[in-house]
Antibody, heavy 125, light 108 residues
Framework: QVQLQESGPGLVKPSQTLSLTCAVSGDSISRGSYYWSWIRQPAGKGLEWIGRMYSSGTINYNPSLESRVTISADTSKNQFSLKLTSVTAADTAVYYCAREIHPPGRSDLRALDIWGQGTMVTVSS | DIQMTQSPSSLSASVGDRVTITCRASQHINNYLNWYQQKPGKAPKLLISAASILHSGVPSRFSGSGFGTDFTLTISSLHPEDFATYYC??????????FGPGTNLEIK
């Protein structure tokens, strides 16, 4: 059974860098057919996609966050990470990591099929 | 960018009701449309992919349809555990993911 677990500081000061890690169990992030994604959700609001990475090294970012975001992988630990620089109160949210399945030959079935439980990050001094 | 809209933004219904939620894309996305259910304090769960294919374990009272720009999620007979927020999401773009704003389904 594949499981994802986010971890990182729950409180970050304004202008600093938010750093989160997603540990993956039950699957390898190096295996093809999956993207590994970050999504966030401010309290009471909708879902905002942050970005994703593929085992080949391909990375896509939300253009609205691209200048501040870095997603990377540590295959030795089977985990991937999110760094968001120059944070403000607007970055306060629950941050989720998720697996996006990409079945070969069925691109229409691309979907975020497994999610972590989410971790709350507050930006405050 | 592909803009996703949903209607209604909120909906009150009773157990046993048939409910339909609509999602519209700002451009043609074939059937590259997914639906998720989110309950308070929980991560979203995938319900439907490719506009109409039920994810494993999802009850058959859920169904999806649509192609192009207009899509619907239907719950044929509401159960108490179905009261939640529902999001659509386009997977057409190869470079980004976009969610709709969500539809909050409440108990009447």
């Amino acid at each position: 059974q594949v499981q994802l677990q986010e971890s990182g500081p729950g409180l970050v000061k304004p202008s600093q860098t938010l750093s989160l890690t997603c540990a993956v169990s039950g699957d390898s992030i190096s295996r093809g057919s999956y993207y590994w994604s970050w999504i966030r959700q401010p309290a009471g609001k909708g879902l905002e996609w942050i970005g994703r990475m593929y085992s080949s090294g391909t990375i896509n970012y939300n253009p609205s966050l691209e200048s501040r975001v870095t997603i990377s992988a540590d295959t030795s630990k089977n985990q991937f990470s999110l760094k968001l620089t120059s944070v403000t109160a607007a970055d306060t949210a629950v941050y989720y990591c998720a697996r996006e399945i990409h079945p070969p030959g069925r691109s229409d079935l691309r979907a975020l099929d497994i999610w972590g439980q989410g971790t709350m990050v507050t930006v405050s001094s | 960018d592909i803009q996703m809209t949903q209607s209604p933004s909120s909906l009150s219904a009773s157990v046993g009701d048939r409910v339909t939620i609509t999602c519209r894309a700002s451009q043609h996305i074939n059937n590259y449309l997914n639906w998720y259910q989110q309950k308070p304090g929980k991560a979203p769960k995938l319900l439907i992919s490719a506009a109409s294919i039920l994810h494993s374990g999802v009850p058959s009272r859920f169904s999806g349809s649509g192609f192009g720009t207009d899509f619907t999620l239907t719950i044929s007979s509401l159960h108490p555990e179905d009261f939640a927020t529902y999001y659509c999401q386009q997977s057409y773009s190869t470079r980004r993911v976009d969610f709709g704003p969500g539809t909050n389904l409440e108990i009447k």
